[in-house]
């Protein structure tokens, strides 16, 4: 199975925020969307992804200024990403060696997707790789 298999079978809206959003908006925008990670985007450019993780590590290393952070002061910017044509079983070893749960998904330097480790494992259990 390929990646752009799995990316039509999941729900696979792109939810986006920019660099300069308040991390409360963030923050409301995972709740309200109920998803794990926003990817950053700047003229339809990947420039990184905010996910849970980053706002816990945030809060226990900026707490007293927790809530006048933007995306940009905690995003991950150096980011794996995958393509459509991409072996899933080597999408799900790189998530788990380098223990990433949500990869974006690119064509030409374009995001078309992201994938979650819960998509990967959920499309396993199916039968589905």
């Known amino acids: 199975m390929l990646v752009r298999d799995l990316l039509r079978y999941k729900d696979n809206k792109i939810h986006f925020t920019s660099k300069d959003t308040p991390l409360s908006k963030a923050i409301d925008m995972l709740n309200y969307y109920n998803v794990g990670a926003l990817l950053v985007l700047e003229d339809k450019k990947l420039k990184g992804i905010i996910t849970e993780r980053d706002i816990l590590h945030a809060l226990s290393k900026y707490a007293s200024e927790f809530f006048e952070l933007q995306v940009a002061d905690i995003m991950t910017t150096k980011l794996l990403t995958c393509k459509a044509g991409d072996d899933l079983k080597s999408v ?26 819960g998509d990967v494992v959920k499309s396993q259990l199916q039968g589905q790789i």
């Open 92 to 117: 799900m070893s790189i998530m788990t060696e380098k223990r990433i749960r949500h990869l974006p998904v690119m064509e030409e330097k374009i995001p078309v997707g992201i994938i979650s480790i």
